[in-house]
C-alpha cells in the first residue's frame, strides 16, 4: 500500500463515490488533501474543458440557423445529441 490510502467504490443510486480510509501508516493528512486538491482542479479543469467545447458548438449551430441553413444546423444538432 505505501502512502496511499485505501479507495472503496461505493454506488449509491446513479452516484458514484469514493471512499479513503487513511491510516497513520499510510500517510498523512495534508498528502491526502493534496490529492484531493489536484483531482478537483483536474475535474475543473474537465469541466471547463467541455464549456469551451459547448460554446463552440452553440456558436456553429447558430451561425448555421442565421445563414437560414437547416441542414447544416440539423447535422450539428445531431452531433450534439451523440
Known sequence: MGNRPSE???KIGDDQY???IITERQGTWSA???RMENMRKAQK???EDFIKLLDRAHNE???AMERKDRD???ELLEQCKE
Open 32 to 34: 491526502w488533501r493534496e
Open 45 to 47: 479543469k474537465q469541466a
Open 18 to 20: 469514493t471512499l479513503f
Open 72 to 74: 447544416a444546423s440539423s
Open 8 to 10: 472503496i467504490g461505493v
Open 61 to 63: 449551430v447558430k451561425r
